[in-house]
């Protein structure tokens, strides 16, 4: 049970603009860095965001990440068929699991309708 | 370019243990710490820990310690990691992986290898 909660799932249309939310807490959102990750069927995950809201080179600028608060958002704008894969939220804890934990979020499968 | 190559599949017994290698290329092996993250069928991906490959430190997460162990051999570039005490809920794919703007932004992966425990 993963303590970074995210919906199961979300989907739109070509062009259109998709957020993906991931919900945490002070132990881990609120006190350090988000980190997202795209993972297409039978492959590794790819890093897509670091720190919050920064792109890796090679990364599309259509996808961006926010944090506010325990909360963060990754939001895909101008959807393509590529886009479709699961999503992964991810960031340090220090809370009851005990100190140091890497935790990923539950994971929202994207569908390009 | 780097690279992390994984060991082949493996089918264990439970109760044995297994160890995986994730083998780096392409940049200086002690110079960024390996991280091993795994991931059952159809799950979601767990972190099962880290090692500093320069000084061998280590960090595991609570739900594995006492039975996963990481090293690494560095004059071949290869990190380890061996799990024990096998059970059916550890089959999964495990996966090595690098950062690369920090540490935990983890941008290198090895292709995964299957674990499969099974009697």
């Known amino acids: 049970q993963s303590v970074l909660t995210q919906p199961p799932s979300a989907s739109g249309t070509p062009g259109q603009r998709v957020t993906i939310s991931c919900s945490g807490s002070?132990?881990?959102?609120?006190?350090?860095?988000v980190y997202w990750y795209q993972q297409l069927p039978g492959t590794a995950p790819k890093l897509l965001i670091y720190?919050?809201?920064q792109r890796p080179s090679g990364v599309p600028d259509r996808f961006s990440g926010s944090k506010s608060g325990t909360s963060a958002s990754l939001a895909i704008s101008g959807l393509r068929s590529e886009d479709e894969a699961h999503y992964y939220c991810?960031?340090?804890?220090?809370?009851?699991?005990?100190?140091?934990?890497?935790?990923f979020g539950t994971g929202t499968k994207v569908t390009v309708l | 370019q780097v690279q992390l190559v994984q060991s082949g599949a493996e089918v264990k017994k439970p109760g044995a243990s297994v160890r995986v290698s994730c083998k780096a290329s392409?940049?200086?092996?002690?110079?960024?710490?390996i991280t091993w993250v795994r991931q059952a069928a159809g799950q979601g991906l767990e972190w099962v820990g880290w090692?500093?490959?320069?000084?061998?430190?280590?960090a595991y997460a609570q739900s594995f310690q006492g039975r996963v162990t990481m090293t690494r051999d560095i004059s071949i570039s290869t990190a380890y990691m061996e799990l024990s005490s096998l059970t059916s809920e550890d089959t999964a794919v495990y996966f090595c992986?690098?950062?690369?703007?920090?540490?935990?932004?983890?941008?290198?992966w090895g292709q995964g290898t299957l674990l499969t425990v099974a009697s």
């Open positions: 991810a960031a340090w804890d220090d809370g009851l699991s005990g100190p140091g934990l890497y935790v």
């Open positions: 002070s132990s881990n959102i609120g006190s350090t860095y």
């Open positions: 720190r919050n809201n």
């Open positions: 392409g940049y200086s092996f002690t110079s960024y710490v």
């Open positions: 090692m500093n490959p320069d000084s061998g430190n280590t």
């Open positions: 992986a690098r950062g690369l703007y920090d540490s935990s932004a983890y941008y290198y």
